[in-house]
């Protein structure tokens, strides 16, 4: 059974710029989250979605949005990216309330 | 208090050694528990979900206590491949909460 998965893997974008991160969850699976982790630094929870909701938001500011699909596929997007953006985007997907599994991430790097 | 709190560490260990990682939740109503490990640059992975009467698997021991709100892990015999850093998860399994994240500890394991 295929594995969460997230395209790109590799980004480099210019200071200004916007960005869309893709995440295709576990076949079942309703709920997708998404957290960002730069380099050396914990976990830090960007958006949870699930049945096609928003169901909760972190600390981040609105130019970081998202959607979720019909299919429960989602999609992170950066507007206006700023070189503090640069970090490794995770997405997670679970069945709602149970243990989540993660992609291998896309690492962004803004310049 | 932040919602859920880890031990940076690092924890050096030697091979072979016995090491317990320890964390504490703010929620008490939180209802599911688990244990994440993350190596360097890679994405989190599930290690262990934590029951309330406590499991083992294989050298890995996870114990929750609710009443003093706390989880724990145990690694026997540890090696050099359990370097990594260790996640605490708590969920609150209802609501619009999400999974939250502790910032993790970082255990190295030395020959």
């Known amino acids: 059974e295929a594995g969460v998965t997230q395209s790109p893997t590799h980004l480099i974008k210019t200071r200004g710029q916007q960005v869309t991160l893709r995440c295709s969850p576990i076949s079942g699976h309703t709920s997708v989250y998404w957290y960002q982790q730069a380099l050396g630094l914990g976990l830090q929870f960007l958006l949870w979605y699930d049945e096609g909701e928003e169901r909760n938001r972190g600390n981040f500011p609105p130019r970081f949005s998202g959607r979720q699909f019909p299919n429960y596929s989602s999609e992170l997007n950066v507007n206006a990216l700023e070189l503090e953006d640069s970090a490794l985007y995770l997405c997670?997907?679970?069945?709602?309330?149970?243990?989540?599994?993660f992609g291998q991430g896309t690492r962004l790097t803004v310049v | 208090r932040k919602e859920v709190e880890q031990d940076p560490g690092p924890f050096n260990v030697p091979e072979g050694a016995t090491v317990a990682f320890n964390c504490t939740y703010s929620?008490?109503?939180?209802?599911?528990f688990f244990w994440y490990r993350q190596d360097c640059r890679k994405e989190p992975k599930l290690l262990m979900s934590?029951?309330?009467s406590g499991n083992e698997d294989g050298r890995f021991t996870a114990q929750l206590n609710r009443a003093s709100q706390y989880i724990s892990l145990l690694i026997r015999d540890s090696k050099l491949s359990d370097s990594a850093t260790y996640l605490c998860?708590?969920?609150?399994?209802?609501?619009?909460?999400?999974?939250?994240f502790g910032k993790g500890t970082r255990l190295s394991v030395i020959a």
């Open positions: 934590v029951y309330s």
């Open positions: 997670a997907s679970s069945l709602r309330y149970t243990e989540a599994f």
């Open positions: 929620n008490s109503a939180s209802q599911s």
């Open positions: 998860v708590v969920n609150m399994d209802r609501g619009n909460t999400p999974l939250v």
